[in-house]
């Protein structure tokens, strides 16, 4: 963590980094999240439901809700959106074509985290899990990606969007 910015709630900072600080449980359910779309098939809203459920339902969780409020959890959990898509950008594996031959030029690395983005949401928005502190996740993962690929990024996730019923949370512009 950055020392220049102010350390969370420390009930928020167990409930995303643990006892001891040494994972980060926020981006470990976005990548939970990302799993459980590209894996797909009939059971994805199931599954993808009780992923979300259990994440709201855990003790860490709950006690940073309750102490640190739902909108500081929030802002990590579009904070740690962030990281994943930052990831994304720079991941070597992430960004190669052809078997690791060739890397996609950024714009491209833009499109394929947008069609991620894009399946992702749908997924969530299909699980009906979307309900109490988890009702913003959609759009926390879509300021996340904004945050990490610019405002200019809106118009590619808009593009993703635009045959999904996902395209009514994006940002007007």
């Not at 909108?71 to 950008?89: G, I, M, N, S």
């Not at 991941?91 to 991620?116: Q, T, V």
């Not at 997924?123 to 200019?152: C, N, R, V």
Request: net charge negative; with cysteine.
């Amino acid at each position: 963590m950055d020392q220049s910015q102010p350390r969370p709630h420390p009930t928020l900072h167990r409930a995303r980094h643990g006892a001891d600080g040494s994972i980060d449980s926020f981006l470990g359910f976005w990548l939970m999240l990302m799993a459980e779309s590209r894996q797909g098939g009939m059971r994805l809203p199931n599954r993808m439901r009780r992923t979300i459920q259990d994440f709201f339902a855990g003790a860490d969780v709950r006690a940073a809700l309750d102490d640190a409020g739902r909108q500081a959890v929030h802002d990590e959990l579009q904070e740690a959106a962030a990281v994943y898509w930052a990831t994304c950008k720079t991941d070597p594996h992430y960004s190669s074509k052809m078997f690791g031959m060739g890397r996609l030029d950024p714009r491209e690395i833009e499109r394929k985290a947008a069609n991620e983005l894009v399946k992702t949401l749908r997924a969530m928005l299909a699980s009906d899990g979307l309900q109490g502190p988890a009702e913003p996740l959609a759009s926390l993962l879509i300021d996340g990606f904004i945050a990490t690929f610019g405002s200019g990024a809106s118009s590619t996730v808009r593009e993703a969007a635009a045959v999904t019923s996902a395209e009514h949370l994006l940002p007007n512009g």
